[in-house]
């Protein structure tokens, strides 16, 4: 009996041993190989929302917080967070910054007016689900399906939909870039909030048959590109498209365009 405690009590010991050693080598091994924190960027993070947007063109709040700590890029790029957030960083890095403003834009004009359905949908309300089924319910294949993924997706509450078309409130928008994600058919872009003209029609059907989908689809006529004096409107797969960056808000296309599908 006692022989067996002392094998016990040795064994006890042994697999204590082996646990103190291996403790011992994480422990010295997690401060020999630890990351070093990057205390700035810590600090910046907690002044960013922590939305993860991706609006600023880095990989969520973290990846900005991070180029922001080595100078790789400028306070102002958070939309969702706005003057207050850049305010804030600028002051704690010591850096001038103006935040960049931008808002979600529909590309698709397909309202009930405009479209028709040719089907009607049972299922999980869904833009998601309807595109997959049957491609959805309106006559137009390229266009909204007003089942309000966008809106589900959207922190403030800035889309509704509004006779069967997705409509952005530019005032509640802060372009976190979310409900771009959330379509199906990547009808949303984001864009900056300043007076550009932007083609609201996604449909690449020849003429004739985007407009018997939809009253104002484009139709690829060509009048924008003619007009524009500063080369920033082209025709792809009979749908227009315009340059942001070299458009200069003349509205020359908008005053042309026979489908009133060009807006500012």
Known sequence: MNDTLFAVLIAICVVAGIGLVIGLVLAIASIVMAVPKDEKAEAVLELLPGANCGACGYSGCEGYAKALSKGEAKPGLCSPGGEECTDAISELLGVAGETVKRAAVIHCMGSCDNTQNKAT???????????????????CSYGCLGMGDCVKACLS???TVCNGVAVVDYDKCGGCGLCAEAC???LITIEEKEPKAVVRCSNHDKGAVAKKACKAACIGCQKCVKVCEAGAVTVTDFCASIDSDKCTSCGACVENCPCHCITL
Do not use: M, W
Request: glycine residues 16%; hydrophobic residues 35%; aromatic residues 4%.
């Open 121 to 139: 949908f049972q299922g999980v309300n869904s833009c998601l689900a309807a595109h997959k089924i049957g491609g959805g319910v309106t006559s």
């Open 157 to 159: 509450d800035a889309i």
């Open 184 to 186: 199906p058919r990547k």
